[in-house]
């Protein structure tokens, strides 16, 4: 039989990530006990490649912003699929936030008095991004880090989750493992917070590290809870896409923010080509005003380059698909050229681009000061995830909260750049104490060894098969391939069937997974515990896809090329049915409030 | 600007910097032999690996390769692939240096690379080791308490030129390269009395943030052990975020203890106003100076 360490709290957060920690930070002020599960160690967090700001409107550059437009942007940035409560909340108290931070020793870039300056992004009527040059999430992590290092948070570090425990419908805790030594770990807990993160590993092109296996969003499902919109993936426009080894590595949107322009290899800006109707008004139809729109102008509109990151990813596709991509499929980013605008530029842009400055001389030899960057679409985000409560944050699982990534509504088809790192600073918060408060209504969980005992047992099969069997990594690269060509920027339905009929095969192959070596930090074993939720999520994706049968936001179907407008009136909703099948169902999105309402119109 | 002739010419110059990177990052493909360490705690030693390796590659490329096709246990810890979360630190033939930002280019692959774990830490396994003590460190360095508000909304106010200072040493990624080749961490093992240079780093932001509010010389010198450190520079050298460790956050420390702790006049002040320090940072001093001039091996 299995042996366990085995630790009770509270409150248990999975994820130590920007909203992770937030979260149990919050749970600890209440007064709960915290037991903090990080995937990696402390401070690794893929927020730290969250390049560009955090989005809130704190007014400081440009005093037209409020609350009010920040709920505008995000909601037509997402097209009205959005958990509208989310987006008010959201636009609300992130100034706070913010400030907070602050407050705990984040030290953002600054304006002429000595405010907390901010910056244009894509989709944001007003300069509204908090940062600190282009490394922002890393300050974000390294601030919550430290913070939650005085806490009386019990850290997990390089502990994964493999399975949610339950006692009939409530949340009861987890089981997981440490990856030093393979021992596994039996958590009791009041209430659960996911916060894991995202699925970028489902795709061969990603930013994400590989910890972004979709662990949230599989436990979430496994445990019965709803998930939604998961069809909107968000494909970033600017990845690296050069040498192969880099490719889809990040290329922060703040480039563009500072007045960096995308051109194909004819030399043509071609986002001008293709303004979408319902953002016409609020962009530049010329270079000359788009360029003093970066530099703070507030009567000029804002450059092609800075629209939606959806509308921007699959312009760049046209252009690579077309013949006019850049030699090595892409096409070109550059902010070289604003050496003829200012004086010193390109200390300027080492400046504000920094880690960009040196990711681009050090992985491809590019000194960007003085030549284009090569960049293409990469998988960055999804913006689906688990269903919540708008308020508490608690799944349709009583006790199961959800924050950051993992969770959705905020973003609906759609997420406007610098909106995650808001995101995970409000709902981390509000997700930290809904939890705790729920925690303090509780009774001490009672752990079903057996439950527990069955989990185990199945992590460990790899062991014991046969070890001419199927090699884990193998496995995930072939997922990787077939989920980026069949559902990924461009969809169709026959790829889709074609995608949903491999992942049976690919799952069949999963169960003949074997790994060598011992449960002390063995990545093959982790690889083929990780392939399982891959799989869930990849499937859950797949399954969203195919029942969108027009194009919105991150989900572009090739075969219903245009938005219908009755799609717009719900999310897809995915769960787990009794027989253990995928149901999916439609829920309508509830009507907005009427004083919303108004502020949309106003904002039209 | 962005007529189109000079969008042309970013086309132009575009092209011109792929072919230079087309070059640079040399596209023909071949097989480099590798010598990883396998091993566990105290037992462990190089084993050879070969695998094709082709433009732009990495180092944590060709162990990740090498990993999926010959030995899918074997140990490595990454995150970014970026040069941004400071997971994937090692030594490269003898060098330490991230994994992730070390191309295939600038090594020598006529020999085989050699790739080895962090030295000063206790191994895990393989390339994995123990750095848990970086983590206890910073827990004894007392945390930023900001001065009270500057503004009635409960903000503060700061300078670019503020801001700038301290950004140096906040943009650390913990890769913890420093406390590698640091002679008391890494050959005199002082990791209870020495904080090392990256906690340094850290205090250092601390010090000199510009809204913080309390004075840490006291335990710097009494805790932290800061005149273990003799200025060999060394974690400057390595470190991938080429902050200036030594110059820039060690030694204006080391003058702010001296100043503190070791001027006579400053001491008969203190004496005559009762052990209180004046001016600046107002905190009660420690430590009665016993120890003469730091303590540095």
Not at chain 1, 170 to 195: C, E, M
Not at chain 1, 197 to 218: K, L, P
Not at chain 2, 189 to 202: A, D, N, S, T
């Amino acid at each position: 039989m299995p042996e366990y360490q085995t630790h009770e709290y509270d409150v248990l957060v999975i994820g130590a990530r920007g909203a992770g920690l937030r979260a149990a930070i919050e749970a600890a002020h209440s007064g709960a006990s915290v037991g903090l599960i990080c995937k990696s160690l402390l401070g690794k967090a893929h927020t730290v490649m969250a390049e560009g700001g955090v989005a809130a409107a704190l007014a400081n550059v440009d005093d037209r912003d409020n609350w009010r437009v920040h709920f505008a942007d995000t909601m037509r940035g997402g097209q009205y699929l959005n958990n509208w409560r989310m987006a008010e909340l959201h636009a609300k108290e992130a100034p706070d936030r913010v400030r907070e931070l602050e407050a705990w020793g984040a030290v953002f870039d600054r304006t002429a008095d000595g405010k907390i300056l901010q910056r244009n992004f894509g989709g944001h009527k007003y300069p509204r991004l908090a940062h600190v040059g282009d490394r922002t999430g890393l300050e974000m992590i390294r601030t919550l880090q430290d913070y939650a290092t005085y806490q009386p948070i019990d850290v997990h570090m390089e502990c994964t989750i493999v399975s949610l425990l339950k006692e009939g419908n409530r949340v009861t805790g987890a089981v997981g493992y440490d990856r030093d030594r393979g021992r596994f770990k039996l958590f009791a807990a009041k209430a659960v917070v996911l916060a894991t993160g995202g699925i970028g590993r489902a795709f061969s092109v990603t930013s994400n590290s590989w910890e972004y296996t979709g662990d949230g969003h599989a436990l979430a499902y496994n445990a019965g809870a709803a998930l939604q919109d998961m069809e909107f993936v968000q494909f970033h426009p600017t990845g690296m896409v050069w040498p192969p080894s880099v490719r889809g590595i990040l290329v922060t949107e703040g480039v563009r923010g500072e007045g960096g322009i995308l051109v194909n290899r004819e030399g043509r800006r071609f986002m001008f080509d293709d303004i979408p109707e319902n953002y016409r008004n609020q962009t530049a139809d010329n270079a000359e005003e788009g360029w003093r729109y970066t530099q703070g102008d507030k009567n000029a509109r804002r450059p092609p380059e800075l629209l939606t990151r959806d509308h921007v990813a699959r312009a760049i596709m046209k252009e690579v698909r077309e013949g006019r991509g850049s030699p090595h499929g892409g096409v070109f980013l550059d902010i070289s050229w604003i050496k003829s605008k200012l004086p010193n530029a390109e200390e300027h842009i080492r400046k504000k681009l920094p880690s960009m400055y040196h990711q681009f001389k050090q992985l491809a030899d590019i000194d960007i000061t003085k030549e284009p960057m090569e960049v293409g679409p990469t998988t960055h985000y999804v913006m689906g995830g688990v269903r919540v409560d708008g308020d508490t944050q608690m799944s349709t699982v009583p006790g199961l909260f959800a924050a950051g990534e993992v969770g959705a509504g905020l973003h609906g088809a759609n997420r406007l750049g610098g909106n995650s790192l808001s995101d995970l600073l409000v709902f981390g918060k509000r997700a930290g104490q809904y939890a705790a408060e729920f925690a303090g209504r509780q009774s001490s969980p009672r752990i079903d060894q057996q439950q527990a005992d069955a989990i185990t047992n199945a992590a460990l099969e790899p062991f014991n098969r046969d070890t001419a069997a199927e090699n884990p990594y193998q496995v995930e690269h072939d997922l990787q391939s077939m989920m980026q060509s069949l559902v990924g920027i461009v969809r169709r339905e026959a790829e889709i069937r074609e995608a949903l009929d491999g992942l049976k095969v690919l799952r069949d192959r999963a169960r003949k997974v074997s790994v060598t070596g011992n449960r002390e930090y063995n990545p093959g074993w982790h690889t083929a515990l990780d392939l399982q939720n891959l799989l869930t999520v990849s499937e859950i994706v797949a399954h969203a896809a195919l029942e969108r049968k027009e194009s919105r936001g991150g989900h572009f179907r090739d075969d219903y090329p245009e938005k219908d407008p009755s799609y717009g009136k719900f999310n897809i909703v995915i769960r787990k049915g009794p027989g253990g099948d995928m149901q999916v169902t439609r829920e309508p999105i509830p009507d907005l409030r009427p004083d919303l309402k108004q502020i949309i119109e106003e904002n039209k | 600007m962005a007529s189109e002739t000079s969008s042309r010419s970013i086309a132009e110059s575009g092209e011109r910097a792929a072919a230079r990177s087309d070059t640079s990052a040399g596209t023909a493909s071949r097989t480099a032999s590798f010598q990883v360490w396998r091993g566990a705690g105290n037992t462990g030693g190089l084993q050879s690996y070969s695998t094709s390796v082709s433009e732009g590659m990495v180092v944590l490329d060709a162990i990740h390769q090498i990993q999926a096709e010959s030995a899918t246990d074997l140990a490595v810890r990454w995150n970014c692939k970026a040069g941004k979360c400071g997971s994937c630190s090692a030594e490269i033939n003898g060098v330490p240096r991230l994994m992730c930002m070390t191309r295939l280019s600038e090594l020598d692959l006529s020999e085989p690379v050699t790739v080895e774990p962090m030295r000063a830490f206790p191994l895990v396994r393989d390339l994995v080791t123990d750095v848990s003590s970086n983590f206890r460190a910073k827990k004894r360095i007392r945390k930023f308490t900001p001065r009270p508000p500057d503004a009635p909304d409960g903000t503060w106010r700061m300078q670019q030129s503020d801001a700038d200072r301290v950004q140096e040493f906040r943009k650390c990624i913990e890769c913890f390269l420093c406390q590698n080749v640091c002679h008391v961490l890494r050959d005199h093992h002082l990791h209870e009395q020495f904080v090392g240079p990256r906690l340094l780093v850290h205090a250092a932001q601390l010090e000199m943030h510009p809204l913080d509010s309390l004075d840490r010389t006291g335990e710097l010198k009494e805790n932290h052990g800061i005149g273990y450190c003799n200025i060999t520079k060394c974690c400057t050298k390595v470190c991938p975020e080429h902050i200036t460790i030594t110059d820039n956050a060690i030694i204006p420390l080391k003058e702010r203890v001296v100043d503190k702790h070791y001027d006579p006049l400053r001491k008969l002040v203190r004496l005559m106003r009762g052990n209180k320090t004046g001016g600046g940072k107002r905190e009660a001093a420690r430590g009665n100076d016993a120890r003469g001039g730091g303590n540095a091996l």
